[in-house]
Nanobody
Framework: VQLQASGGGLVQAGGSLRLSCAASGRTLSSYVMGWFRQAPGKEREFVAAIKWRGGSTYYADSVKGRFTISRDGAKNTLYLQMNSLKPEDTAVYYC???????????????WGQGTLVTVSS
């Protein structure tokens, strides 16, 4: 599986962005997909995860109620809708995939390149 993230950009605090992660290479029906982020000078942190089959979701407390993870099977694409953005959401966002069993999943084997989200105050 190869992952290609896109959709980052500059947005004012309180605004919204939607990130996309296009997957290619094989079907994702048995995969768990996730979003992570890494702010400048900080370690990478978990944001959200979704089971491709069934659509169960799990969120970090810091984004719960503001971010929504989803997937489109027909397009083989993962999304992260980010609303009510805050300056502390500024980071490089990465999508990830993993075929192993285990939920929620915080460790992933397959990573896409990052996309930068900058939230201005």
């Amino acid at each position: 599986v190869q992952l290609q993230a896109s959709g980052g950009g500059l947005v004012q605090a309180g605004g919204s962005l939607r990130l996309s992660c296009a997957a290619s290479g094989r079907t994702l029906s048995s995969y768990v997909m996730g979003w992570f982020r890494q702010a400048p000078g900080k370690e990478r942190e978990f944001v959200a995860a979704i089971k491709w089959r069934g659509g169960s979701t799990y969120y970090a407390d810091s984004v719960k109620g503001r971010f929504t993870i989803s997937r489109d099977g027909a397009k083989n694409t993962l999304y992260l809708q980010m609303n009510s953005l805050k300056p502390e959401d500024t980071a490089v966002y990465y999508c990830a995939a993993d075929p192993r069993v285990g939920w929620p999943r915080f460790e992933y084997d397959i990573w896409g390149q990052g996309t930068l989200v900058t939230v201005s105050s």
